[in-house]
Nanobody, 127 residues
Framework: HVQLVESGGGSVQAGGSLRLSCATS????????LGWFRQAPGKEREGVAA????????YYADSVKGRFTISQDNSKNTLYLQMNSLKPEDTGMYYC??????????????????????WGQGTQVTV
């Protein structure tokens, strides 16, 4: 079955950078969507970035465009989130997530929480 394990969170000053990693395993299908979500205390979990594995197309929330980069290393079965120019409002628990079946780029782009079936345990980012 699908497993997702995040790492790389921590504390950083405003303007700094962090790279999150998510080790993935157990996929028996292709052309699916992987994403990063975050949740600040008292707030809803929101989609930050996503990648459609069928072609590598990436999608970003407006709040992180130009600062965050999502990428995937297929040889290492690892998903990354490079976060630059971090702001205090980026603070939260960051989760790696995957949709549970083959999907389309259009669905991936919407980054709707309810479309993601598998979740990691989360890693804390504090700015």
């Amino acid at each position: 079955h699908v497993q997702l394990v995040e790492s790389g969170g921590g504390s950083v000053q405003a303007g700094g950078s962090l790279r999150l990693s998510c080790a993935t395993s157990g996929f028996s299908y292709s052309d699916y969507c992987l994403g990063w979500f975050r949740q600040a205390p008292g707030k809803e979990r929101e989609g930050v970035a996503a990648i459609w594995t069928g072609g590598g197309t990436t999608y970003y929330a407006d709040s992180v465009k130009g600062r965050f980069t999502i990428s995937q290393d297929n040889s290492k079965n690892t998903l990354y989130l490079q976060m630059n120019s971090l702001k205090p409002e980026d603070t939260g628990m960051y989760y790696c997530a995957s949709m549970g079946s083959v999907t389309t780029p259009g669905v991936c782009a919407q980054m709707r929480r309810e479309d993601f079936a598998f979740w990691g345990q989360g890693t804390q980012v504090t700015v």
